[in-house]
């Protein structure tokens, strides 16, 4: 891919990373990250990460930010737009981000291979699906299994919690 | 960059949404023409021959009514959903092979090899303008409906999402042209007597894919928001849904962005099930370049079919209560599916190829 579209797609989830955190109003800030999850799925094709970069689409903007969207649409969350912007948590959060933002340039400038040019991969068109399962069920098919048996006993357990009478 | 490709790619995306819009007019046609029938009235007769420029009189209609904004409402977002509605419905018709090839040029716009995940991730956003819709109209009756969509969208996408299993279970393959061609060599997936019938295996694989292929469609239905499952925009419980704060043209893109969702929701079913543009005896676009057009048109014949059958379903069949389309979608649909994975490959494990 083209280092236009890297940039094009770096900035838009930039932007709308931002507008998470500075729009008043909750629910353009859940659209603004849904946008921004679009950008980085872009950003993982980019990477010839196919898979990863739809799932990315399908579970989190597809499934779980409506999910979102639909609770705060529930809420009603006037009060939000109005409140008064507290200028002691900006500065500190800021603040806080830029510190950060400092240590991962530090990081990444020591880093060697940062410095090197990686060849293109052999052939773009791997079947990226078919070697994600194949790890799945062969490497990793342990942690695979505790996984599913732990998000089952999740779910179970909030259907227990939200079939409980309330007295 | 590869300028023949970008070329054809170009063609390919302008003919294609060409035809589909085409398409998208006259199913609007078919399902007052059919209705009319079915109901023993004459539906739309006067424009044109056999009322057939109706679609080119509805369209000046839409775009010359007054574009109104109601004050209450959130502008923005009022302006964004009709949009939001359209667009994941068109974009998904990219995976789609609808055709062999015509002059070596093969007949998909993206042949990507996660292919029907992408249809799922691009219809799964489709949500997005519905709930945008009922929620920026700032109104009781489009909020509910909104709601209602959202919730029934999520629950038939597990269903849609686990139907599809048993197929790719046997082709081992995302990629929907991988699909088209399976489907050319082994016969269609339900119909185990194209090809070689004599073959045991396909007759046992026929049974969970028969499964898959009903519960699949009937998903689709609930996606598409059409009758027996159009709760969010039930009219006589909530006047228009999602869509009632809305007139002329910006009601037009929702309208017609459900009959787009129809047209890719059958050109899904019948890659996935019918074969795709295949058809017994018509050789493939390689043999020249007619035979490429005939299977392009067969294609969408097979579409044209399925949308058949979406219009005879809505004006035959009642429409189901909340909770039971809640309960259809999680108590029965989804266990279909997934005791129909099971059975596939239980099959698969036993009748090794």
């Known amino acids: ?45 980019s990477l010839d990460a196919f898979f990863i970069g739809i799932i990315q689409v399908l579970v989190y903007a597809g499934a779980v930010m409506v999910l979102f969207l639909f609770i705060i649409m529930l809420l009603d969350l006037r009060m939000e737009e109005r409140r008064k912007i507290n200028l002691v948590a900006v500065v500190g959060g800021a603040g806080v981000a830029l510190a950060f933002f400092i240590q991962i340039c530090f990081v990444v400038g020591q880093l060697s291979a940062a410095q090197k040019t990686f060849p293109p991969l052999v052939s773009p068109k791997t079947d990226d699906v078919h070697s994600v399962g194949l790890l799945l069920f062969t490497n990793y098919n342990l942690p695979f299994q505790i996984i599913g048996v ?9 259907i227990v919690l939200s079939k409980r009478e309330l007295r | 960059m590869d300028y023949f490709y970008l070329t054809t790619s170009l063609v390919k995306i302008v003919a294609l949404l060409a ?24 539906g739309p007769n006067r424009v044109g021959p056999f009322g057939l420029f109706q679609p080119i009189a509805d369209a000046a209609k839409f775009l010359l ?77 489009p909020f509910l409906g909104g709601v209602r969509s959202s919730s029934q969208m999520i629950s038939y996408e597990l269903s849609l999402g686990l139907a599809v299993i048993p197929v790719f279970l046997l082709i081992g393959q995302l990629r929907l042209t991988e699909v088209v061609s399976y489907q050319i060599e082994h016969g269609w997936m339900i119909a185990p007597f194209v090809g070689d019938w004599t073959n045991l295996r396909k007759w046992l694989l026929a049974i969970p894919m028969l499964i898959s292929f009903v519960v699949f469609t009937i998903a689709i239905f609930a996606e598409t928001n059409r009758l027996p499952f159009d709760l969010p925009e039930a009219e006589t419980e909530l006047v228009g849904g999602y869509h ?31 074969g795709g543009w295949h058809f017994p005896g018509i050789p493939d676009g390689s043999q020249g370049w007619s035979w490429g057009l005939v299977n392009i048109f067969v294609f969408f014949s097979k579409v044209a079919v399925l949308l058949f059958v979406f219009i005879w379903v809505r004006w035959t069949l009642p429409r189901f209560r909340y909770d039971q389309l809640m309960r259809l979608g999680w108590v029965f649909f989804f266990e279909i599916a997934l005791v129909n994975i099971f059975i596939a490959a239980i099959i698969l494990a036993y009748f090794p190829a």
């Open chain 1, 1 to 45: 891919m083209s280092p236009v579209l890297f940039w094009f797609f770096a900035f838009v989830m930039l932007v709308f990373g931002a507008a998470v955190i500075i729009n008043r109003n909750p629910i353009a800030s859940a659209l603004s990250l849904v946008v921004c999850f679009m950008g980085l799925s872009a950003l993982f094709m």
């Open chain 1, 150 to 158: 732990l998000v089952l006993v999740a779910t179970i357990g909030v």
């Open chain 2, 19 to 42: 035809v589909v819009l085409g398409i998208m007019n006259y199913t609007v046609y078919a399902e007052r023409r059919i209705s009319a029938l079915i109901q023993d009235r004459l």
């Open chain 2, 65 to 141: 009514k007054e574009d109104f904004t109601p004050g209450h409402v959130n502008k923005f977002y009022y302006w964004l959903a009709p949009c939001l509605a359209m667009i994941p419905a068109i974009t998904t018709l990219a995976v789609v092979p609808f055709g062999s090839s015509l002059f070596g040029v093969p007949m998909v716009i993206a042949d990507i090899n996660v292919g029907v995940l992408f249809v799922f991730a691009i219809a799964s956003l489709g949500v997005y303008g519905i709930v945008i819709a009922g929620w920026s109209s700032n109104s009781k009756y």
């Open chain 2, 244 to 274: 009632t704060e809305y007139g002329s043209m910006k009601f037009g893109l929702f309208f017609l962005g459900e009959y787009v969702a129809m047209i890719t929701g059958s050109a899904i079913i019948v890659t996935l099930f019918l």
